[in-house]
């Protein structure tokens, strides 16, 4: 079993930049790949980016690319999504998800946190 809790998210201006931390527990999480994913009012939950274990593969969503950093750190068990250059349309809920190996869609994810606001002002 792995448990997520996500950190980080808040209120910032467009063009500011957010911090997120996701915090696993368990010994299960050893060998996971991490996601990121968000969900704004009335849409669906969609990618935003992930990383294998071994950091040795990243991906991004095109919506992010250039702007967001994934990152971890395992001797902490933690996963970092690093967001400059917000927009208002960034704003949304953010969840860290875990598998076995790097995905993009969320069914393909087994553990889940409970999310994160994060909100862009214009």
């Known amino acids: 079993q792995v448990q997520l809790v996500e950190s980080g998210g808040g209120l910032v201006q467009a063009g500011g930049s957010l911090r997120l931390s996701c915090a696993a527990s368990?010994?299960?999480?050893?060998?996971?790949?991490m996601g990121w994913f968000r969900q704004a009012p009335g849409k669906e939950r969609e990618f935003v980016a992930t990383?294998?274990?071994?950091?040795?593969?990243?991906a991004y969503s095109n919506s992010v690319k250039g702007r967001f950093t994934i990152s971890r750190d395992n001797a902490k068990n933690t996963v970092y999504l690093q967001m400059n250059s917000l927009k208002p349309e960034d704003t949304a809920v953010y969840y860290c998800?875990?598998?076995?190996?790097?995905?993009?869609?969320?069914?393909?994810?087994?553990?889940w946190g409970q999310g994160t606001q994060v909100t862009v002002s214009s």
């Open positions: 998800a875990a598998h076995s190996v790097p995905g993009t869609t969320p069914r393909e994810y087994d553990y």
């Open positions: 368990g010994r299960a999480f050893s060998g996971y790949a």
């Open positions: 990383i294998s274990w071994s950091k040795g593969f990243i």
